[in-house]
């Protein structure tokens, strides 16, 4: 059985950061690619990040150059440090764990229950 827990949301301020983390349980990374997805109010859930078990990595253009994903392996954890957030960035952050590696489909296996991302003055 796969769970996953995010945790490290919060509030801050434009062009703060934040790093959230996720820790997977009955994850062999080996076999499954990891991601980070977001949804804000009223809007579709989109890919930002993933990674898979070579360390290899994908994020969508909105995030580029400003977030970073990175894993664990001896802690099962998963990881998002977010740099220059905007507040367009606000939304619920989810984990995500799927054998394919595809940020641009929602379609992946298993998710966490999310973690609340607010950007504001």
């Known amino acids: 059985q796969v769970d996953l827990m995010e945790s490290g949301g919060g509030s801050v301020q434009p062009g703060g950061s934040l790093k959230l983390s996720c820790v997977a349980s009955?994850?062999?990374?080996?076999?499954?690619?990891m991601g980070w997805f977001r949804q804000a109010p009223g809007k579709e859930r989109e890919g930002i990040a993933s990674?898979?078990?070579?360390?290899?990595?994908t994020y969508a253009d909105s995030v580029k150059g400003r977030f970073t994903i990175s894993q664990d392996n001896a802690k099962n954890t998963l990881y998002l440090q977010m740099n220059s957030l905007k507040p367009e960035d606000t939304a619920m952050y989810y984990c995500a764990a799927e054998g394919a590696c595809d940020i641009r489909t929602t379609y992946w296996g298993y998710w966490g229950h999310g973690t609340q991302v607010t950007v504001s003055s």
């Open positions: 009955g994850v062999t990374y080996s076999s499954y690619c």
């Open positions: 990674i898979d078990a070579h360390g290899f990595t």
